[in-house]
């Protein structure tokens, strides 16, 4: 398969082209170990650059159905799982990335497709825990590693816990997906642009009836009396063959620079036979991957954003290459998760710029995994754990930049020469907030253009809030390899588990 860059993609004159490699990820890492038994099925469709007269559009629709017609269910058990999670990505976070990425490109973007969105099957899904109508992560993913929904706040335990209460945990814990592929034999891993204790990544190992928990300074006398343990802890006492994110601060105490009471426990990581810490982005390219447990913690906190991580910062890219190199010495298969965690704190933060670089980074990875795996034997899911309150509204040309003042068109369909006022008198943005720290008073301030396209401009909400909030509305799904054919309609969350779960363990031959 020939791999094209963005440069040539965009140049490209033809209506689709099939290619696989976007922005950074145009190549391999000469040393990354093979990854498939064979070589990738899926082909990225793209739209370049669209098409023009009305036999273009309809030429390209028939060649739509015309493959989706012919697109074969897969039945095979899944030797392999990747799960990949865009926190905070909602439908239309899916919109304003797709756009915005393809912007990056010299494209108009409205027509370009993220890696992902080409995948063949896709669906809707409800979010809400048990307790909530608008979900908090740790209950959205315990709901999709543990095949069952649960409260907010709560990490891998059934919805009967009292969230703070230690000794409400007794008997709760739920098996996990990691603890299934275990049991097969399988490597397991998970790699975030967050804390490795923050809640998406923290579930797949760790079991607490706090998602705040996640060192030992945190945890309340009542926890400590009953012997529930810190995040951190769990994670050093798992069996994941790999985790690499941030957070470091919480496996250190205070003396070191940390934020632990008491015990270093990347110390105590280090001591142990064929385990392997990983601070650094040259640390982590270098490293013999083919054996051992790897913690990889490359910050303090979370990662920084994609615009201001320096040069031994690893990205999302770079971590999910070294998982998979890692993961596949294991002949029984894998299953990894895959956290764009910092899509969901910038939209808290009501910076759209952010959240949509962090959306093009997940794009990017997905591209480089739809090169590297094998859709025949690996099952690959897509979705976001939640949404936000982005909006995109207005009426804007074709082609106006994402994060510009609206430009719409004239009365003759033709793009205006200055961009629109509304009746206050002022220019408005397409990408706003229902809520958030961007909230504005009336009469509602002047934006400039230098403005809007600042990377650390907040848009404009309408409800003041100290940090934007989740969005209730279903999300997005997609698939392909291993029973993704099963994914339709509107499904549950906790649904998805129970996919993965039939995809590892089918019978082939009774189809059970």
């Known amino acids: 398969m020939t791999v094209m860059t963005p440069l040539k993609r965009a140049a490209q004159l033809t209506t689709t082209l099939s290619a696989m490699a976007l922005a950074s990820c145009a190549t391999h890492d000469s040393n990354t170990d093979p990854v498939s038994d064979s070589q990738p099925q ?20 028939q060649q739509q159905a015309d493959q989706r017609q012919q697109q074969p269910d897969n039945q095979h058990r899944a030797k392999n799982l990747v799960l990949v999670i865009g926190d905070g990505m909602g439908i239309t976070t899916l919109t304003a990335g797709r756009i915005f990425s393809g912007q990056q490109l010299g494209l108009n973007g409205e027509d370009f497709a993220m890696s992902f969105e080409t995948l063949p099957y896709s669906a809707l899904v409800k979010t809400y825990n048990t307790d909530l109508q608008t979900p908090d992560s740790a209950g959205t993913i315990t709901a999709l590693l543990t095949g069952t929904k649960t409260r907010a706040g709560v990490l891998s335990v059934g919805p009967d816990v009292t969230r703070g209460d230690c000794a409400s945990g007794a008997g709760q814990t739920l098996d996990t997906l990691m603890d299934l ?3 097969q034999g399988k490597g397991t891993g998970v790699v975030s642009t967050t804390r490795l204790t923050h809640a998406t990544p923290a579930a797949t190992y760790a079991h607490s009836v706090d998602r705040n928990w996640e060192n030992d300074s945190q945890l309340t006398d009542e926890a400590r009396t009953s012997g529930c343990q810190d995040i951190a802890t769990q994670l050093v006492n798992s069996d994941l063959d790999i985790a690499l994110g941030g957070g470091l601060a919480q496996f250190n105490t205070t003396a070191t620079g940390g934020a632990r009471q008491s015990g270093n426990l990347t110390d105590d990581w280090q001591q142990r036979p064929d385990h392997h810490l990983l601070t650094n982005r040259d640390a982590l390219q270098t490293a013999d991957l083919s054996h051992g447990q790897w913690l990889g913690l490359f910050s303090p906190s979370h ?18 290459q070294a998982a998979v190199q890692r993961l596949s ?4 298969g894998y299953v990894l998760v895959i956290e764009a965690g910092r899509i969901d704190h910038a939209h808290h933060e009501g910076n759209g710029y952010r959240a949509l670089k962090e959306t093009e980074e997940l794009h990017q990875t997905v591209d480089w995994l739809l090169q590297s795996v094998d859709l025949e034997n690996t099952l690959l899911l897509v979705t976001a754990d939640h949404s936000h309150t982005l909006t995109l509204a207005g009426y804007p040309t074709r082609g106006n930049p994402m994060t510009a003042l609206v430009t719409g068109n004239d009365d003759h369909g033709h793009p205006a020469p200055e961009p629109d006022r509304l009746a206050d008198g002022e220019h408005y943005t397409s990408m706003n907030y229902r809520n958030g720290p961007g909230a504005v008073a009336m009469p509602r301030p002047a934006i400039s253009a230098d403005e809007a396209e600042s990377p650390d401009y907040r848009q404009q909400a309408l409800i003041p809030m100290y940090s934007e909030t989740h969005g209730g509305e279903d999300v997005a799904v997609y698939g392909a390899g291993p029973w993704s054919h099963l994914l339709g309609g509107t499904m549950e969350q906790h649904w998805l588990f129970h996919l993965m779960r039939h995809a590892l363990t089918v019978d082939t031959a009774t189809g059970r």
């Open 42 to 61: 899926h082909t990225t469709e793209v739209l370049i650059p669209g098409p023009v007269s009305s036999s273009d559009w309809y030429a390209l629709g």
């Open 181 to 183: 592929a275990q049991a």
């Open 303 to 320: 990662l920084p954003y994609v615009d201001d991580r320096d040069t031994q910062t690893p990205g999302l890219l770079d971590m999910t």
């Open 329 to 332: 010495h294991n002949e029984e």
